[in-house]
């Protein structure tokens, strides 16, 4: 079955920039079957969907985080990776990584669940 | 803008039924896209509970049922346990932001 680990550094300056790294295991990240995501959530609060990334290297981002946020996809290590630029306080949140399953509609995403989903990993952004 | 509202708390006694709702809007729900489900326990990741508006993966018990209309979802757990106590979060495409959207979340107390 396949599992998800995130991995990175815990602590964060403000302005500078978050990265994460989520290992699969189990089951291949070139697999076309799949999307694969980031999610967070803030210490005491709700979910929030960050992006996802497909084997073609193809993205698409929350657009409240898009000017920051990037996604790549490393298949020789099968990993994705985050990269939050110019963090702030709010950044602070448990990050997760997460394998999607997505309906296209014409080549479309319309329709993506989450599962399974990494343990997660808190980054506090803190000077 | 795009949001899918839930109750902030629900709760009920051992073996009652609870339900727990999800409203969202025409770029959501309302406008067919599925609603999917996830169980946070305390201190632990999200995990999917009802898929595609009332499809349960592998392993999760049938007292987790799904329904979904218009512009609104529900879920309901039958005969609660004190293992159910934990944060319950819709999900669903949205095409005003081209991606995913959680609702709130709802936390259930076994009284």
């Known amino acids: 079955q396949v599992q998800l680990l995130e991995s990175g550094p815990g602590l964060v300056k403000p302005s500078e920039t978050l990265s994460l790294t989520c290992t699969v295991s189990?089951?291949?990240?070139?697999?076309?079957?799949?999307?694969w995501s980031w999610i967070r959530q803030p210490p005491g609060k709700g979910l929030e969907w960050i992006g996802y990334i497909y084997y073609s290297g193809s993205t698409n981002y929350n657009p409240s985080l898009e000017s920051r946020v990037t996604i790549s996809l490393d298949t020789s290590k099968n990993q994705f990776s985050l990269k939050l630029s110019s963090v702030t306080a709010a950044d602070t949140a448990v990050y997760y990584c997460?394998?999607?399953?997505?309906?296209?509609?014409?080549?479309?995403?319309?329709?993506?669940?989450?599962?399974?989903w990494g343990q997660g990993t808190l980054v506090t952004v803190s000077s | 803008q795009s949001v899918l509202t839930q109750p902030p708390s629900v709760s009920g006694a051992p073996g009652q039924r609870v339900t727990i709702s999800c409203t969202g809007s025409s770029s959501n729900i309302g406008a067919g896209y599925d609603v999917h489900w996830y169980q946070q326990l305390p201190g632990t990741a999200p995990k999917l509970l009802i898929y595609r508006n009332n499809n349960r993966p592998s392993g999760v018990p049938d007292r987790f049922s799904g329904s979904k209309s218009a512009t609104s979802a529900s879920l309901a757990i039958t005969g609660l346990q004190a293992e159910d106590e934990a944060d319950y979060y819709c999900?669903?495409?949205?095409?005003?932001?081209?991606?995913?959207?959680f609702g709130g979340g709802t936390k259930l107390t076994v009284l």
């Open positions: 189990g089951g291949p990240v070139s697999s076309g079957s799949y999307y």
């Open positions: 997460a394998r999607t399953s997505v309906i296209t509609i014409f080549g479309v995403v319309r329709n993506n669940w989450f599962d399974p």
């Open positions: 999900q669903s495409y949205d095409s005003s932001l081209s991606g995913s959207l």
